[in-house]
């Protein structure tokens, strides 16, 4: 493609993806949009009347599902012609219509959960025994009631609604410092000319072969950060008090705990993530000792950790060539899964290349009824490829749950979404590194996949690890300050890299730049999505039909139960260490690899 970003209308169709079947125009949205909001209106009438009768129940349960099906293909319509340029006015109009929408039909339903949990269970199980319709609806009611006991009073809920926006503030404030007020400066790139330091840019800094690009970079990004460390520190601490507050009003033993809930995730999940992964640093160190090498330099600062350990010189990877590689790096998973893919592609799944006014970045999204849509601005890299297959990852989850199941179980929790991407693009890893038959491109790949690893099992469960610590400090009454955040931050980098990286100073401060913190133990789905993904992907590989129906049956099952059982339908078991140590397994088996080419 031409360095000059296209117009939308210059993009021939057939890299476009395909929205008329959702709607053929505005005016059949509208209609909907309309519809959607007198069901909204009319949902009042089962308000008090939930326990009246199991048929009354039912019909509560099914109107509510088909009003969140409805207004969802709404919204999704209209973001997703925004998507397509944001310039554009009259989607900007529909999108805001359609967020005014959601919040008439969230406030429309709100009622439900809360008086739902007064129903006396025995009269619950009555009602499931009368009326089958709602044998559907067992894991929804097994969720609910699993909470019921953090639930409060209907006054002390409605005080705590009233207070969202207070208790919400503190990543708000975060955002507004991180986002729009901190300034980093400029750099002096490898062309020597002087370039505005962002966060978009800082990791395309942190990888060039220019040192001094890299040491620049990092030194004025954390400088910035630390001038702000006593603002940030206190804006943090408050967001982890608020966690911790909040937990013990929901009568929950930790603010882990309550976190974990949601999902019904044991503690043991958390803790044995870190602890296998602590066993395993050395072979990290290792790694890094390794890269040092490669690199070719006497000491390796924080500052080098991103540059690639092998040059390759990019070569354009045209979309089709992709679709192709694509094609043979998941044929383990079977003609139907690869045919309906790639038809997925002739349909119009896949809104290919950047125009003007394009929303950046890559997502796979649509709603229950629609095609599992991705969002692509493909530049014809390597890195694109597995941009493609992980979004494919998750539209053929969706693809496959969305036949099987109902609309109330047709999502994904993250805890197993990031497994069906991940698993992609292990299986295309793998197949292009025993493809690869020059060894400086094997070389690469295998430090291409070594980074992935570090920078999601590795880097995420020290995320991980801190925040179990910060939170469990304000547990114990201890404050946060600047200065206890950094100096615990720098002795987990220090245990995390070894001796062969010089942790420098500066390090200390990336606490503070942290979004994902905000969003207290989230992180870690990251690191078990990995595992799990990468054992799924070892069975696969050395299995057959057995092991490739069982994932594929486990693609099928959204929510309908809770994550960690449905990952054993897939022959992973997160409930135990295994997963993990596998995927450290694998980690020395690359690292063994790397270390014996010449």
């Known amino acids: 493609m031409s360095k000059e970003t296209k117009k939308r209308e210059d993009i021939p169709a057939r890299y476009k993806w395909d929205l008329a079947s959702m709607y053929a125009d505005e005016e059949a949205w509208a209609a909907d949009a309309v519809r959607a ?27 509510k599902d088909a009003l969140w099906q409805l207004a969802e293909r709404v919204f999704v319509y209209a973001r997703m012609r925004r998507d397509e340029d944001n310039r554009d006015t009259r989607a900007q109009a529909l999108c805001d219509r359609a967020q005014t929408l959601m919040a008439k039909v969230s406030a429309a339903v709100s009622f439900f959960t809360p008086e739902f949990l007064t129903i006396d269970e025995t009269l619950l199980k009555r ?46 404030i975060f955002g507004m410092i991180n986002n729009a007020d901190i300034q980093f400066g400029f750099v002096t790139d490898e062309d020597g000319e002087a370039a505005e330091l962002t966060h978009g840019r800082y990791i395309g800094f942190m990888e060039s072969r ?45 603010a882990i705990e309550a976190a974990l809930s949601g999902d019904n995730i044991p503690l043991s999940v958390y803790d ?10 050395g072979v990290l160190h290792r790694y890094l000792g390794t890269k040092r090498r490669l690199l070719g330099v006497d000491e390796l600062h924080m500052y080098d950790i991103y540059a690639p350990a092998i040059e390759r010189k990019e070569e354009k990877l045209p979309y089709e060539e992709a679709l192709r590689l694509m094609q043979d790096g998941l044929a383990v998973l079977g003609d139907e899964y690869v045919g309906s893919a790639l038809q997925g592609v002739r349909d119009g799944w896949i809104d290919v290349f950047e125009n003007e006014g394009k929303t950046s970045g890559a997502y796979s999204f649509g709603s229950y009824d629609s095609k599992p849509f991705i969002l692509l601005s493909y530049n014809e890299k390597l890195k694109d490829l597995f941009t493609i297959v992980h979004e494919m990852g998750h539209s053929m989850h969706s693809w496959y749950t969305r036949r099987t199941q109902p609309f109330v179980y047709g999502g994904h929790s993250i805890f197993t979404a990031e497994v069906a991407s991940t698993v992609n693009e ?3 890893m793998h197949r292009l590194i025993a493809d690869a ?36 400090a304000v547990e114990n009454g201890e404050a946060l300050t600047a200065d206890l955040l950094s100096r ?33 133990f989230y992180v870690y789905k990251y690191a078990t999505g990995f595992s799990a993904a990468t054992a799924i992907a070892k069975r696969l590989l050395e299995g057959g039909a057995a092991e490739r129906d069982a994932y594929i049956a486990f693609l099928k099952t959204g929510e309908s139960d809770d994550p960690i059982e449905l990952l054993k339908i897939a022959g992973v078991d997160m409930s135990e260490p295994a997963p993990v140590e596998q995927a450290m397994d694998a980690f020395e088996s690359l690292v063994d690899a790397l270390e014996a080419m010449p």
Not at 139 to 167: G, I, M, P
Request: aromatic share 12%.
């Open 426 to 428: 292990s299986l295309m």
């Open 127 to 172: 009602y499931a025994e009368e009326e089958a319709g709602l044998g559907t609806y067992a894991q929804l009611f097994r969720v609910l009631l699993r909470e019921k006991a953090h639930v409060l009073s209907e006054a002390e809920e409605n005080l705590l609604a009233q207070l969202s926006e207070v208790t919400g503030a503190t990543g708000d």
């Open 210 to 254: 220019k040192r001094s690009v890299r040491q620049e970079a990092f030194t004025k990004m954390y400088d910035a950060y630390h001038r702000q460390r006593n603002t940030l520190a206190a804006t943090y601490s408050f967001n982890t008090k608020t966690d911790v507050v909040m937990a013990r009003i929901r009568k929950y033993p930790s």
């Open 437 to 472: 038959r020059d060894p400086e491109e094997k070389k690469y790949l295998l430090a291409m996949y070594i980074e992935e690893f570090r920078t999601t099992l590795f880097r995420q469960t020290m995320f991980a690890e801190f925040e179990r610590l910060t939170h469990a």
């Open 488 to 520: 615990e931050y720098l002795a987990l980098n220090k245990k995390y890299f070894g001796e062969f990286v010089i942790s420098d100073e500066a390090i200390a401060a990336e606490w503070s730049r942290i979004p994902h913190f905000y969003r207290a």
């Open 37 to 63: 909001e007198e069901t909204a209106a009319r949902y009042a009438r089962f308000a008090g009347r939930l326990a009246e009768s199991a048929a009354t129940l039912l019909a509560a349960l099914r109107e």
């Open 272 to 281: 044995n993530l870190i602890r296998v992964v602590n066993d395993r640093l």
